[in-house]
């Protein structure tokens, strides 16, 4: 699926990929909620088959969970992204891929980890992209979701001292809330936060969505 929002998301995250994985691949050092929910996620779906880092950028997330023993794997939409991941963490699989249209096939997941993945997809696509997740999670497959809360859209035009056109969208949990459910994903809980220090990142209130596929995860 290569329209013009998604090729100026890509050629965008492309321009920015050095810089992006110097700010972002150790941030998870300083944010210890994300930590704590990103072990919570392992301990639910480690032995259970495959998981994707979906969105991954530098892979920071895959990268955590393959140290916890989670079988991960990285998808992003930018081909700089993904060398850079490659090269941070070479012992992990990164695979280039659209959100809207993946290229797995049905119930290939035990679990999706999606940090800060959908922060570039307009609301009336959230719905595609939910929808694919559900299809390639096995049936009692987790997905673990952040996005930045409100209800913004913020357009960047420079980055970093770097030319980008891309569009932020923040959002609201009940929304997303809404969303997963018309995807038919269960969501089991939700957790916000406030920010952590300018420092450390973007100043916008965080949440993060467990969210289920209906069904028991069989053990592999």
């Known amino acids: ?27 998870l050092q300083h ?40 079988k991960i794997f990285g998808l992003d939409l930018s081909p700089q992204m993904l060398e850079r991941a490659r090269r941070l963490s070479p012992e992990i699989f990164f695979l280039e891929g659209n959100m809207m249209a993946l290229d797995l096939q049905d119930g290939r997941l035990a679990g999706i980890a999606a940090f800060y993945a959908i922060v570039n997809i307009r609301q009336e696509s959230l719905s595609l992209v939910f929808r694919e997740m559900e299809r390639v999670l096995q049936p009692g497959g987790l997905l673990l979701l952040a996005f930045h809360t409100r209800d913004e859209v913020l357009h960047e035009d420079e980055l970093w001292g770097r030319p980008i056109s891309m569009d932020f969208f923040l959002l609201q949990p009940s929304a997303i809330r809404q969303y997963l459910r018309a995807a038919g994903l269960v969501v089991e809980e939700i957790v916000e936060r406030e920010p952590y220090a300018p420092e450390v990142e973007y100043q916008s209130r965080r949440a993060y969505i467990f969210a289920r596929k209906p069904g028991s995860l069989a053990q592999q």
């Open 1 to 27: 699926m290569r329209d013009t929002g998604t090729e100026s998301v890509r050629e965008s995250y492309d321009r920015i990929a050095d810089e992006y994985a110097r700010r972002i691949f150790n941030e």
């Open 31 to 70: 944010k210890p909620l994300d930590r704590e929910l990103l072990n919570r996620f392992a301990a639910q779906v480690r032995g259970h088959g495959e998981v994707c880092d979906m969105g991954c950028g530098p892979g920071q997330v895959a990268r955590y969970l393959h140290d916890v023993g989670v």
